[in-house]
């Protein structure tokens, strides 16, 4: 016996000839027959049920057709994302599609008032051709919508009403918000005010920080994160901020796409990470106790990775695509700043050469060109005796500023900034016992000359654990220590020489922004006389030194 097949899907719109020949019954063994008795009966079988064929009689063809053709319409404008409705003169909603009737009513009433205030402008236009009205509707509840009002036109070119696509626009809105907030941001950090151009180097670093985070905050949301800045010379990242991730900072993190954590990948790599679940991540190290997600990506300065920007959350799967390019974004303006304030820092030192070197070139092609305009002038004038003595007097003053260009082009930038030669002993320094401690060899060793040449007697080693070692052997009147050396931190070398000699004068010295452990926050709130950021000027650091020795600020 063959298997028995699922009878086909007949609808059957009852008519009097259909009843009358039967037809009806010849179908029923054949197929599944449902027979319904009106029009609309039959578009609404339709709407909730797939059928194979449809029987009607001719004179209900016609309009089963275009009623089927309706009913398709109105099926596709009821399943596209947009809303789409039919408004009159008055603003009365004529009809709407499914996902227009689920809008909150707010919309729906604001919609109305919209659509009637464009019937009244399409009716003032009275243009067949005109193709509608745009409008941006905000209802008030955060939503925002884009609307494009079209005329309803009969056969005659009357108004008779207005249809309306409505496109919720909200998330885009809220995008371009965010990345106008982000533009504001970061035209905040790169601001050159008098808070930033006039303080100090730690001054200006506070600054810098404190705009940081409450941009983070502010503007991402992002309320656990951490800036780390690449040492070029070590290889090393090394913390500059941290807000609530207390774990950063705890161990050595290298650019390197193995074994450092998350954020030494970012900046081997240059390649942003978005980590959904730390719990199942084997790159993640712990910034913060809890956390479940997080999201790191490069600070970047002209196409070359120079910090990471790392941040956490206690949720997880708390980052997406679109936080990854705010964070993006953002960290750029944060490598600008900090770019700018490492120049701010960095670039006085050499400033000077630079300028006069460029001053000296411009110049001596001109004062070449007096001195010998006016020696032909001496020549021409010979019996004119004070015109002479004037004219002599000029190729004098020409000739010694030719002189002192050249020497000021000449003269060493430096680590200091500044030239070091021979120099009398300088009365508050002269036999005082003095501690330098730093690992860069120029640094440890300009420092040691400038203060010899003023008459103290210099000690220097170059690692935390040999300082420490002459702190407790020796008494000190000044320690001079870099923060970051190995064996030990610049806290630590400090801690050691204030436990060995309380009275002992302590300055720090620091790279730009670099201050591990928060080494001269603690050191501060412990004595500490300075913090001096390289590159320093002689001058600078003569003054921190008084300032040291006499106790008293330095000016």
């Not at 305009?373 to 003595?389: I, K, N, P, S, V």
């Not at 007097?393 to 003269?411: C, E, F, N, P, Y």
Request: glycine residues 8%; aromatic residues 4%; negative net charge.
């Amino acid at each position: 016996m063959p298997p028995k097949t699922e009878l086909r899907k007949l609808l059957v719109l009852h008519g009097p000839t259909l009843e009358a020949q039967g037809i009806v019954d010849l179908f029923r063994p054949h197929f599944q027959v449902r027979v319904v008795q009106e029009l609309d009966e039959a578009l609404e079988a339709m709407r909730q049920t797939s059928f194979d064929a449809v029987l009607a009689e001719t004179a209900d063809f016609l309009p089963l057709e275009r009623g089927t053709v309706t009913q398709q319409a109105s099926v596709i404008l009821d399943t596209i994302g947009d809303g789409v409705c039919i408004v009159g003169p008055g603003g009365e909603l004529v009809w709407a599609n499914r996902r227009l009737k689920e809008a909150p009513a707010a919309v729906l009433d604001a919609l109305r008032g919209l659509c009637a205030k464009a019937y009244e402008e399409l009716a003032i236009a009275n243009k067949t051709t005109d193709p509608g009205k745009r409008f941006s509707l905000i209802p008030g509840d955060g939503s925002y919508y884009e609307v494009i009002c079209s005329p309803v036109r009969d056969r005659n070119g009357l108004l008779r009403q207005v249809a309306a696509v409505v496109v919720n626009a909200t998330g885009h809105r809220r995008q371009q918000l965010k990345l106008n907030a982000i533009d504001r941001a970061g035209r905040e950090l790169v601001r050159l005010d008098d808070e930033v151009t006039r303080g100090d180097a730690s001054r200006r670093l506070g600054v810098l920080e404190e705009r940081i985070i409450r941009c983070s905050r502010e503007v991402l949301n992002f309320q656990h994160f951490a800036v780390m800045v690449l040492n070029a010379r070590t290889n090393e990242l090394e913390p500059i901020f941290k807000q609530g991730l207390p774990e950063v900072g705890t161990r050595q993190l290298f650019a390197s796409p193995e074994g450092n954590g998350i954020s030494g990948y970012v900046a081997a790599t240059g390649r942003s990470y978005v980590c959904p679940d730390v719990r199942n991540d084997h790159r993640y190290l712990m910034g913060m106790e809890g956390a479940r997600s997080s999201l790191t990506v490069p600070l970047r300065l002209h196409d070359k990775v120079v910090g990471v920007l790392n941040v956490e959350s206690d949720q997880v799967g708390a980052f997406g695509e679109e936080d990854r390019q705010f964070a993006e974004m953002f960290g750029n303006h944060v490598a600008l700043a900090l770019n700018i304030l490492n120049l701010l820092v960095v670039e006085r030192h050499n400033v000077h050469t630079q300028v006069s070197g460029s001053i000296a070139a411009e110049l001596s092609g001109p004062i070449n060109d007096i001195l010998t305009e006016a020696t032909g002038l001496m020549e021409d004038y010979l019996g004119f005796d004070d015109l002479r003595t004037r004219l002599s007097a000029i190729i004098d003053s020409a000739g010694k500023a030719g002189v002192t260009l050249h020497q000021l082009a000449q003269s060493p930038g430096g680590i200091l900034g500044g030239q070091i030669g021979p120099t009398d002993p300088d009365p508050l320094l002269s036999g005082k016992r003095v501690l330098v401690a730093d690992d860069e060899d120029l640094i440890r060793q300009t420092l040691h000359d400038v203060l010899m040449q003023r008459g103290c007697n210099v000690d220097a080693v170059a690692d935390g654990t040999s300082a420490r070692e002459m702190v407790a052997r020796n008494r000190y009147d000044l320690v001079i220590s870099d923060i970051k050396m190995p064996g030990a931190t610049g806290y630590e070398v400090f801690a050691a020489a204030k436990a060995a000699h309380p009275a002992t004068a302590v300055i720090l010295i620091t790279g730009f922004g670099y201050d591990p452990h928060h080494s001269i926050v603690r050191a501060n709130e412990e004595g500490l006389s300075a913090v001096l950021m390289k590159p320093f000027k002689v001058k600078q650091l003569l003054d921190e030194c008084h300032a040291a020795l006499s106790g008293k600020p330095a000016s």
